[in-house]
């Protein structure tokens, strides 16, 4: 009988516990809930015992309640209520509940036999790598679970060696979210020698770990080897120049990742330019985030170069770079010069660009009218023969026309309630809800209510307005 079929009462013993436990069973019971899980070397010293009598089988099913509530009595874990208010949705969310490598026993056992949940959320549990160890055999039981959440568990290398076991052997795993595991290089290798026979899991989020240069490397190796990952988070590691490079050459032949973070990885112009190169060969990427990692105009323009080839990707998210108006120009330039962009969203929401650049957009909008461009504002005036300032007047009549106010208008935006809205977001209001601004009145009347450039408008200057 497997080490996961589920523990079962006598019907002598219907309502108290069972009695023939395993030895290890026994001794982890007789031990208080608190006791802290000693670091260990291999998974031999790890209990792997999750049942009690084989002969209880014969006799009448427990509930799932009585099943969880015992395999807690069993290991010496607290029972997580929210889990027993939740038997029988598909999704378990059991994220900040402080499990530990005991209460992940308990919840093992249980999920063995349950065949409701398909989504596993049990991120920041302090799980550890014996935690994960458990966890991992019952998924080689269930076959129900599709995706699971292990962020922020202090998983470390220990933790890679349980997970890489379970992805050679489970088959129903479509996405696994690792972030902030204190993973090093040297899992990076560990997980793409799983992953290059692994064509399962479609989402792998390794997000805010210590992956640098050499966990690039080996990152790029499962890209170029891997068919199955669609999903790739990568941001918040560092990465640097050498590993986004190493990284991009597998990009450049894989077939089938279509979205890709590499935001804060620092990695400049050099990386910047193997991406291009990546995006000229690459047919398959929709998405691409390189937020935050010091590209200047110049990376800017060598990375766009491989975009003006690119007819896969729609959405590109380059905030928070150092890019001036130039490098916004260079965008809409490559933009421009291929017909067959599929871009759909671009967000350059930290860049001031110019009165050139709007105009510029006014023309490839001409032909990409879904395109969504978001940029901070326009520095400078903008004149046309219409007066920008008679937008204040359209902007007063459409609110008047609906017996609205300024105050309204905005606070419908802002859904965090902080009385500011960023410009982008009462762009896109504006043109979604057919105000008859052009697009120079429209920049015009964003600068008259953000008139210290910071992005946002802090609509707090309109409480005292009259509707």
């Not at 920041?124 to 998924?139: I, W």
């Amino acid at each position: 009988m497997s080490d996961y079929e589920e523990a079962q009462p006598s019907e002598e013993e219907e309502t108290t516990a069972p009695s023939d436990l395993s030895p290890e069973a026994t001794e982890q019971e007789d031990s208080p809930a608190s006791t802290q899980v000693e670091e260990i070397d291999s998974d031999a010293d790890w209990d792997t015992d999750l049942e009690a009598d084989d002969t209880d089988q014969r006799t009448r099913r427990v509930t799932p309640t009585e099943l969880y509530l015992q395999a807690c009595q069993l290991c010496g874990a607290v029972p997580a209520s929210f889990y027993l208010r939740r038997l029988g949705n598909s999704t378990l969310n059991l994220n900040h509940h402080g499990l530990g490598p005991l209460g992940a026993k308990a919840l093992a056992i249980a999920l063995v036999s349950d065949l409701d949940v398909i989504h596993l959320e049990l991120e920041d549990n302090f799980l550890q790598a014996e935690g994960t160890h458990y966890l991992m055999e019952m998924l080689n039981e269930n076959f129900t679970i599709q995706s699971v959440n292990l962020s922020n568990n202090h998983l470390q290398s220990k933790g890679v060696k349980c997970i890489t076991k379970l992805l050679a052997e489970n088959v129903s795993i479509k996405s696994l979210k690792m972030s902030g595991n204190g993973f090093v290089d040297e899992d990076a290798r560990t997980f793409a020698e799983a992953f290059a026979n692994n064509y399962r899991v479609k989402e792998l989020v390794l997000s805010h770990n210590q992956l640098c240069e050499k966990g690039g490397h080996y990152l790029g190796q499962m890209l170029g080897n891997n068919e199955g990952i669609e999903t790739l988070d990568l941001s918040w590691n560092h990465l640097r120049m050498s590993g986004a490079v190493a990284l991009c050459a597998g990009l450049k032949v894989n077939v089938t990742l279509k979205q890709l973070d590499l935001s804060y990885n620092g990695f400049g112009n050099v990386g910047a330019q193997a991406l291009g190169e990546a995006l000229h060969h690459n047919n398959t990427l929709v998405l691409l985030d390189v937020s935050s990692n010091r590209i200047s105009d110049e990376g800017t323009r060598v990375l766009f170069q491989g975009l003006a080839a690119n007819d896969s990707l729609r959405v590109l998210r380059m905030a928070s770079n150092p890019i001036t108006k130039v490098g916004a120009l260079a965008l809409l330039t490559s933009m421009k010069n291929n017909p067959k962009s599929a871009l759909e969203e671009v967000n350059i929401s930290t860049v001031l660009v110019n009165e050139q650049f709007v105009e510029l957009l006014d023309t490839i909008l001409q032909d990409h009218s879904t395109l969504v461009v978001q940029y901070q504002g326009v520095s400078g005036s903008i004149t046309r023969n219409k007066k920008p300032s008679d937008a204040l007047k359209i902007f007063q009549g459409y609110l008047d026309e609906r017996k609205e106010s300024c105050m309204d208008f905005f606070q419908t935006l802002d859904n965090e309630g902080t009385m500011q809205v960023s410009n982008s977001d009462f762009r896109k209001a504006a043109q979604q809800a057919g105000i008859l601004l052009d697009k120079h009145q429209l920049e015009w009347l964003i600068q008259n209510f953000d008139m210290e450039c910071t992005g946002k408008i802090n609509y707090s200057q309109f409480a005292e307005q009259p509707s």
